[in-house]
C-alpha cells in the first residue's frame, strides 16, 4: 500500500506544480515581500520586542550605513556580558536569567537559579526507557520534540497559560534539553550504528555546558577550556531577534493560546531546516570537500582558487554559495563571529589543529573579496557563527547529528522569553494577510 501512495504522489507532482506556481511578477506587482523581507533584506515589521536587538546598520547624516554587528540582550552588549565573565566562569545560567526575567542576577539570586535549573535537571520515570529509546532516530531534533510533546502528558498543569506557570514550563525544558539530546544520540548510536550504550546521570553542581559534555563521553571528562568554549557557543546562541523564524514561530503558535510544549515543538520544527539551525553542517560538509581537493590547506592560492570553481558552481555542491559566509541581517560583521573566534584559536592550538585553523583563515578572508567580484551586493558579505561553530562542535568530538540540537538546547532560552513576553504583552492572535491571485472557475 505504501508503494502505491508513492508511486501516486509522484505521478500527480506535475499536476501540483502546474496548480500551485505563482509567478514571480505578481509579488512585485502587488508589493508583497517574499520571506517577509525587502530586497535589501530588511524584515517587514511585525511586532515589538524588550529582549534583545541586533544592529546592522546606524543612520549617519540622514543616511542608513552599514556599521559592524551589534547583539544586545536585554540592554547589554552581548561582547560585553562575556567580556565580563571571570576566566573559568561558565555564563550560561546567568545569561539565561538575564534573558528570562529581564535583569542581571546578584550572586544570590543566581545561585538560586542555578540550583533550581540543576535540580530541574532529571526526567520522569522510566522515560528515558520507554520513550527515548524505544523509537531511536538519526534526526535527533526530532526525536526531540518527540520527547516535548510527551513530556506534555505528565504535566498535570500542561493547558495553564498563566505567565508564573509557563515560566515554570519554559525552566524545566531549559533544564531538559541536555538530557533530551544527548539521551537521544546516544540511543540512535546504540540501536542503529550498533555501538556501546551508557546513560550517565546529570550533575546538579554543573554548568549546563560541562553537563553536556559530560553526558555525550564514556569517560565523563573534558578540559576546562572545552567547557569554556561550549558555554560561550551557547551563549551566542541564546537569542537572536524576534524575527527569525524559529522565534517568530514561537511567538505565532503562542498568540494561538497554545501551550508551552507544543509552542517549543514548533519551535524545533522550524530551527531543524536546514536554512535555519542546520547551516553549520554545509559548511562543515564544505569544508571536507576543500581538504579533498587542495593538496595544502594552508595555500592561500590554491584555497581561493578552488573557492573560485565553488562560486561559479563548479565545484562542492553545485549551487555556487560558500556557505558560512553573509547573514539576513548583519553586513560588515558578524559579532557573533567576532566574539567565538578567539576561543576556537584556544580550543585549536589545545587540539593542534593549527593547519585546520588556517583554513578557516583563509576563506574567512578570501571569500567576501571573491563573492563581492561576482556578483551585485546589496550590503557587506562577512562570516556568520555557524562559520566557526561545527568546526568547534568537531573538535570537541561532537557528532554531527547533534549539531542542530546544541542550537536548540542554547534557542529555547530564547524561545522561552519571547513566548513570555508575547503572553504579557499581545492578546491578538498574529494573522497576516495573504492576497489571492486564484482564477475563478464555472
Not at 511586532?47 to 536585554?74: F, H, M, Q
Not at 526531540?144 to 524545566?172: F, H
Not at 542546520?278 to 592561500?300: C, F, L, P, W, Y
Request: aromatic share 8%; glycine share 8%; with cysteine.
Amino acid at each position: 500500500m505504501e508503494n502505491n501512495l508513492k508511486r501516486y504522489a509522484e505521478r500527480q507532482e506535475q499536476l501540483c506544480r502546474k496548480n500551485d506556481s505563482i509567478a514571480p511578477g505578481l509579488y512585485e506587482e502587488y508589493g508583497v515581500n517574499r520571506g517577509l523581507r525587502d530586497i535589501n533584506g530588511n524584515g517587514v515589521l511585525t511586532g515589538l520586542t524588550n529582549i534583545s536587538r541586533v544592529t546592522a546598520s546606524k543612520i549617519v547624516d540622514g543616511k542608513k550605513v552599514p556599521c559592524d554587528g551589534e547583539l544586545w540582550y536585554r540592554g547589554y552588549q552581548v561582547k560585553n556580558l562575556i567580556n565580563d565573565l571571570g576566566e573559568q566562569e561558565f555564563g550560561f545560567e546567568k545569561i539565561a536569567y538575564l534573558l528570562l526575567l529581564g535583569d542581571l542576577p546578584n550572586q544570590e539570586e543566581l545561585e538560586e537559579f542555578k540550583e533550581i535549573i540543576g535540580n530541574s535537571r532529571t526526567l520522569p520515570t522510566n522515560f528515558t526507557r520507554d520513550v527515548i529509546m524505544k523509537a531511536p532516530s538519526s534526526d535527533i531534533m526530532n526525536s526531540m520534540t518527540r520527547s516535548i510533546l510527551t513530556l506534555a502528558s505528565y504535566d498535570e498543569n500542561m493547558k495553564d497559560n498563566s505567565v508564573s506557570n509557563s515560566l515554570r514550563q519554559c525552566m524545566k525544558l531549559i533544564s531538559m534539553f541536555p538530557l533530551l539530546a544527548v539521551y537521544g544520540y546516544h540511543a540512535y548510536n546504540h540501536y542503529e550504528n550498533n555501538d556501546s550504550m551508557y546513560i550517565h546521570r546529570p550533575d546538579p553542581s554543573l554548568s549546563t555546558a560541562e553537563n553536556l559534555l559530560m553526558l555525550l563521553r564514556p569517560d565523563k571528562k573534558y578540559s576546562p577550556i572545552e567547557a569554556k568554549v561550549l558555554d560561550t557557543a551557547l551563549i551566542l546562541h541564546m537569542e537572536h531577534g524576534g524575527g527569525n523564524n524559529s522565534t517568530f514561530t514561537t511567538r505565532v503558535v503562542t498568540s494561538s493560546g497554545s501551550d508551552t510544549y507544543s509552542t517549543i515543538a514548533a519551535a524545533m520544527s522550524s530551527l531543524k531546516g536546514p536554512k535555519h539551525g542546520g547551516a553549520n553542517i554545509k559548511v562543515m560538509e564544505m569544508i571536507q570537500d576543500i581538504r579533498a581537493h587542495v593538496s595544502d590547506i594552508t595555500d592561500r592560492d590554491e584555497v581561493g582558487a578552488y573557492l573560485a570553481k565553488i562560486l561559479a558552481g563548479e565545484a562542492f555542491d553545485g549551487k555556487g554559495l560558500i556557505y558560512g559566509m553573509g547573514h539576513a541581517v548583519y553586513s560588515l560583521s558578524d559579532p557573533r563571529e567576532r566574539i567565538f573566534r578567539g576561543y576556537v584559536e584556544q580550543l585549536a592550538a589545545e587540539k593542534h589543529r593549527e593547519r585546520d585553523m588556517k583554513l578557516y583563515t583563509n576563506i574567512e578572508e578570501l571569500a567576501p573579496e571573491l563573492i563581492s567580484a561576482r556578483r551585485r551586493i546589496y550590503k557587506g558579505v562577512s562570516p556568520n557563527v555557524d562559520f566557526y561553530s561545527g568546526f568547534v562542535y568537531e573538535m570537541l568530538g561532537i557528532p554531527q547529528e547533534l549539531y542542530t540540537a546544541i542550537f536548540a538546547i542554547a534557542r529555547i532560552v530564547g524561545w522561552s522569553a519571547h513566548r513570555i513576553e508575547e503572553l504579557i504583552c499581545v492578546d491578538k492572535i498574529i494573522r497576516p494577510a495573504y492576497m489571492s491571485v486564484m482564477e475563478e472557475k464555472e
